[in-house]
């Protein structure tokens, strides 16, 4: 499904962040993204997207491809300087087009990650947690070039700090953010939601 419209905005009422995407072929999709689901999500984000960025430039064979491989620092230097110019050309004075109602909003439990710099392509597939153990968990997947990343990127960014939630990469933006090693990720539990 190819994106037509995406909106990431704070709801105080909720005290969630609520993304709303439209999509070319008709229909849109609603999801709530919780602060606990952001503490860990965020940071491993945006170092998925600094990754992304730094492949995608070594292979497209660009001057700075030599650059964004060589630290952590660097590659996040390198795609923050890259969403800075994605963004200026980006048009976020058109209002969202909203066309569903929210009362079968996806409460987010699992986010996968998908990152093919060679097919120019970054996808993220949101899941929530399903109802009874014989249900499937509803999914909403989509595919994003680097300007629609960036440009999604500083929305939810935008949204987290309208929230006050302390998230500590969107408050000091000196540190580049790391991902947790893979072992520690897997021994951690998933979050539990009363609602």
Not at 16 to 43: H, V
Not at 55 to 61: F, I, P, R, S
Not at 118 to 144: G, H, V
């Amino acid at each position: 499904m190819h994106v037509h419209q995406i909106s990431i905005q704070y709801r105080p009422l909720d005290d969630r962040i609520l993304l709303r995407i439209s999509f070319r072929e008709g229909g849109e999709q609603t999801a709530w993204l919780t602060r606990r689901l952001l503490l860990k999500l965020w940071p491993l984000l945006r170092n998925s997207v600094a990754d992304f960025v730094a492949k995608l430039q070594a292979a497209q064979g660009t001057a700075a491809s030599s650059v964004a491989v060589a630290d952590d620092k660097t590659r996040q230097l390198l795609s923050d300087l890259r969403g800075g110019a994605s963004n200026e050309k980006a048009d976020f004075s058109k209002p969202y087009a909203a066309a569903a109602s929210l009362e079968n909003t996806m409460l987010v439990h699992t986010v996968n990650l998908y990152s093919q710099p060679t097919k120019a392509s970054f996808a993220i597939e949101l899941l929530d947690k399903p109802a009874t153990p014989d249900t499937q968990p509803r999914r909403l997947k989509w595919s994003m070039n680097e300007t629609t990343l960036h440009a999604s990127m500083k929305l939810l960014e935008d949204a987290i700090q309208a929230s006050g939630w302390d998230i500590p990469s969107v408050t000091t933006t000196s540190e580049p953010a790391t991902a947790p090693d893979a072992d520690v990720l897997q021994s951690m539990e998933r979050p539990k939601y009363l609602n």
